[in-house]
């Protein structure tokens, strides 16, 4: 039903900040657990960060604890993730996922059933 459709991805030095979006459309109740994945190549997705339907309940993976910050504004139907003090390892494609009700806490792909396209984040010098 819905579409995500990412945003604001580039190139940042190391130690840089980076804030991504996710808008979503074409659905008419809110996104329950809304989060983002990333993949970087060679490797699996991975789960990086997740909020609840109100937006007070975000979680987020080790790697990234202390250094994002994920956020909603669901009036502008919008998902952010602010990026602060990003290293090489955070190279990846970032993608914004909606889950299904009843899947707060998930890591898991299998919990996330609608997907974007997928922005690039690429730390380097």
């Known amino acids: 039903q819905e579409q995500l459709v990412e945003s604001g991805g580039g190139l940042v030095q190391p130690g840089g900040s980076l804030r991504l979006s996710c808008v979503a459309s074409g659905r008419t109740f809110p996104i329950a657990t809304w989060g983002w994945f990333r993949q970087a190549p060679g490797k699996e997705r991975e789960f990086v960060a997740a909020?609840?339907?109100?937006?007070?309940?975000?979680y987020f993976a080790d790697s990234v604890k202390g250094r994002f910050i994920i956020s909603r504004d669901d009036a502008k139907n919008r998902l952010y993730l602010q990026m602060n003090s990003l290293m090489p390892e955070d190279t990846a494609i970032y993608y914004c996922?909606?889950?299904?009700?009843?899947?707060?806490?998930?890591?898991?792909?299998?919990?996330?059933?609608?997907w974007g396209q997928g922005t690039q984040v690429t730390v380097s010098s």
């Open positions: 996922a909606a889950a299904l009700p009843g899947n707060w806490g998930s890591r898991s792909e299998s919990a996330f059933n609608s």
């Open positions: 909020v609840n339907r109100n937006g007070d309940r975000p």
